[in-house]
């Protein structure tokens, strides 16, 4: 089957730097998305990894191995607009992003 | 970049009634458009594929008479949750693909909330 495994939730530190995990398993793979969802909006885009490596991208970076079926989002100077839910999203062979319940980030003062 | 809008942001409607929501990508022409159902806390769960000019593909489990899906332009797509009751009373969700993209990201509308009394 296909799923994907992420911490329920989170706490951190304004300022500080948050690493968020998640290993999947899909039938296939076309890379990986992570998506931000404030509580009550729709999801936004944050990241796209089809290759290994860390993509940067201000204060968000995204890492992927596929081999391990692995990818962590980085977050760093947390503010505290950066408290939401983290979708970590594989898209399988037929193109469908596949969807866990993703992390909720509380950041704190 | 890509824009999605879907109207309305929410919804209020009584038991037995029909609700229509809007789904429109405002700069870009989608052949395809999703539409997904959130529970509170829980995962994005899709509903349904949207096609413009042909019918929609429904997910295992959704009622396809209950939730009807019209792709009628390339631009526009409508949910119309038919006889709602409580239980429908959900976040519902639709988003597309902006084929100029190569990377196949998912641009999300705003969301609509419906509340069945």
């Known amino acids: 089957g296909q799923n994907i495994d992420q911490p329920t939730e989170m706490t951190a530190t304004e300022g500080a730097i948050v690493q968020i995990n998640c290993t999947y398993q899909?039938?296939?793979?076309?890379?990986l998305f992570w998506y931000q969802q404030h509580a009550g909006e729709a999801p936004t885009f944050l990241s796209y990894?089809?290759l290994d490596g860390l993509e940067e991208k201000g204060r968000f970076s995204s890492f992927l191995s596929r081999s391990k079926g692995y990818s962590y989002l980085l977050l760093k100077e947390l503010q505290m607009k950066d408290s939401a839910s983290y979708l970590c999203?594989?898209?399988?062979?037929?193109?469908?992003?596949?969807w866990g319940a993703g992390t909720k980030l509380i950041i704190k003062p | 970049g890509a824009v999605v809008s879907q109207h309305p942001s929410r919804v209020i409607c009584k038991s037995g009634t029909s609700v229509k929501i809007e789904c429109r990508s405002l700069?870009?022409?989608?052949?395809?458009m999703f539409w997904y159902r959130q529970f509170p806390k829980k995962s994005l769960m899709l509903m349904a594929t949207?096609?413009?000019?042909?019918?929609?593909?429904?997910e295992q489990g959704v009622e396809k008479d209950k939730f009807l899906i019209n792709h009628a332009s390339l631009t526009l797509s409508t949910l119309t949750v038919t006889s709602a009751h409580p239980e429908d009373s959900s976040f519902y969700i639709c988003?597309?693909?902006?084929?100029?993209?190569?990377?196949?990201?998912?641009?999300f509308g705003e969301g609509s909330r419906l509340t069945v009394l």
């Open positions: 988003s597309a693909r902006d084929p100029r993209r190569d990377t196949g990201e998912l641009f």
């Open positions: 700069d870009f022409q989608a052949t395809t």
């Open positions: 949207s096609n413009e000019g042909s019918k929609a593909t429904y």
């Open positions: 899909t039938s296939g793979f076309n890379g």
């Open positions: 990894n089809v």
């Open positions: 999203a594989p898209m399988d062979s037929n193109y469908q992003l596949i």
